[in-house]
């Protein structure tokens, strides 16, 4: 064999061996976001879980507010029957909303926290509500690092290659940035 044909052989070995290693790294970073969208369900159905339970124990006593229970049972209707990730961030971020009210109002009946049971269901959501804001980061973590696998030189071309697109980053809806921007309102 001559050498020039050896030479061939092995710039193809290489780009192959390049390609087979792009391509793998881009799988597991596909699997390292299911895995992490993963985490944030199991977080979010403890929450819908959660909240029929929460609902039923202050209807009698928040009487009036009808509306805000009314608006968080919607909402998890609607994050309870999202069909895509893109549909349950959506639907979270909406539930979240819902649910911050929710708790605001319920600050205000002391009645309410002082039930060993409602107390006891507001902490527990508070906690899994915790847990969905570190699986959201993680998530999130998980996704920028396979939108730099796919965006990044050489990946870039094996990713179009392979049919690998960017992932969503799960984000703060456009109507709650007023909010955190906005300097907050202090009382003494």
């Known amino acids: ?52 339970n929460l609902v039923n124990s202050v209807k009698g006593a928040m009487d009036f507010e009808k509306s805000t229970l009314t608006a968080v049972v919607e909402a998890r209707a609607r994050a309870v029957g999202a069909r895509s990730p893109q549909e349950a961030m959506q639907a979270e971020n909406a539930l979240t909303g819902a649910l911050g009210r929710f708790m605001a109002v319920a600050e205000a009946y002391p009645q309410l926290r002082s039930q060993e049971g409602v107390s006891a269901l507001m902490e527990e959501l508070t906690t899994t509500e915790n847990k969905i804001g570190f699986a959201r980061q993680h998530y999130n973590d998980a996704v920028q690092a396979q939108n730099v696998r796919v965006a990044a030189f050489p990946g870039v071309i094996f990713a179009r290659l392979f049919g690998f697109a960017p992932e969503i980053m799960f984000e703060v809806p456009e109507a709650e940035h007023a909010a955190l921007e906005a300097a907050p309102e202090v009382k003494l």
């Open 1 to 52: 064999m001559s050498s020039g044909l050896l030479v061939a052989i092995g710039v193809v070995v290489l780009i192959v061996i390049v390609a087979i290693g792009i391509y793998n790294g881009l799988v597991s970073g596909r699997q390292q976001v299911r895995n992490a969208w993963s985490q944030i369900d199991v977080q979010l159905k403890r929450r819908h879980d959660l909240i029929p």
